[in-house]
T-cell receptor
Framework: DTEVTQTPKHLVMGMTNKKSLKCEQHMGHRAMYWYKQKAKKPPELMFVYSYEKLSINESVPSRFSPECPNSSLLNLHLHALQPEDSALYLC????????????FGDGTRLSIL | AQSVTQPDIHITVSEGASLELRCNYSYGATPYLFWYVQSPGQGLQLLLKYFSGDTLVQGIKGFEAEFKRSQSSFNLRKPSVHWSDAAEYFCAVEYGTISNFGNEKLTFGTGTRLTIIP
């Protein structure tokens, strides 16, 4: 069982909808990440939160809006998405310390109609 | 910029046979190396990691990997594969130092899809 929990597992939305993806971990990790993964491709980093502050934004379009309300929770707010945004969205977390890897959730499969 | 190359897009192996998946990383002073596995529709599971020390690293599910700095490689091996090993395998690299860990940019290779035949 993964220790990083993502909800929902699947999401279908229209291009005018607003929805949110949620990620939660209770391992005391202080860094949390959002990745986007297209079919048959590796994950691509979108955002990094370190100690609840946004530390990396990989030039992601503004229709994706991350939020880190506390050290255990990470949200990704979605608005006016495009069909090419359909993908698997993965959340990860880490202790942000030497010898500590990132731990991934099972992802949210997002489909844009 | 850091990069990872996985030369084999797809590998087919008979059940019970040995396996080696190749991974090469771009030069960096202190690479931290990882192998992750992804089953269809699932997230990524960490198989093993290398930060320092013994260059032969043992992981979960009977996997091991060897870090060879001279060849910039971190190949994954398993002596006898099981049908449940069929999945996508990603090698990843991150750079940093012990005192300044937190580069936080994990770069993935393009992945190798492993198929197991009976």
């Amino acid at each position: 069982d993964t220790e990083v929990t993502q909800t929902p597992k699947h999401l279908v939305m229209g291009m005018t909808n607003k929805k949110s993806l949620k990620c939660e971990q209770h391992m005391g990790h202080r860094a949390m990440y959002w990745y986007k993964q297209k079919a048959k491709k590796p994950p691509e980093l979108m955002f990094v939160y370190s100690y609840e502050k946004l530390s990396i934004n990989e030039s992601v379009p503004s229709r994706f809006s991350p939020e880190c309300p506390n050290s255990s929770l990470l949200n990704l707010h979605l608005h006016a998405l495009q069909p090419e945004d359909s993908a698997l969205y993965l959340c990860a977390s880490s202790l942000r310390q030497y010898n500590q890897p990132q731990h991934f959730g099972d992802g949210t499969r997002l489909s844009i109609l | 910029a850091q990069s990872v190359t996985q030369p084999d897009i797809h590998i087919t192996v008979s059940e019970g046979a040995s396996l080696e998946l190749r991974c090469n990383y771009s030069y960096g002073a202190t690479p931290y190396l990882f192998w992750y596995v992804q089953s269809p529709g699932q997230g990524l599971q960490l198989l093993l990691k290398y930060f320092s020390g013994d260059t032969l690293v043992q992981g979960i599910k009977g996997f091991e990997a060897e870090f060879k700095r001279s060849q910039s490689s971190f190949n994954l091996r398993k002596p006898s594969v099981h049908w449940s090993d069929a999945a996508e395998y990603f090698c990843a690299v991150e750079y940093g130092t012990i005192s300044n860990f937190g580069n936080e940019k994990l770069t993935f290779g393009t992945g190798t899809r492993l198929t197991i035949i009976p």
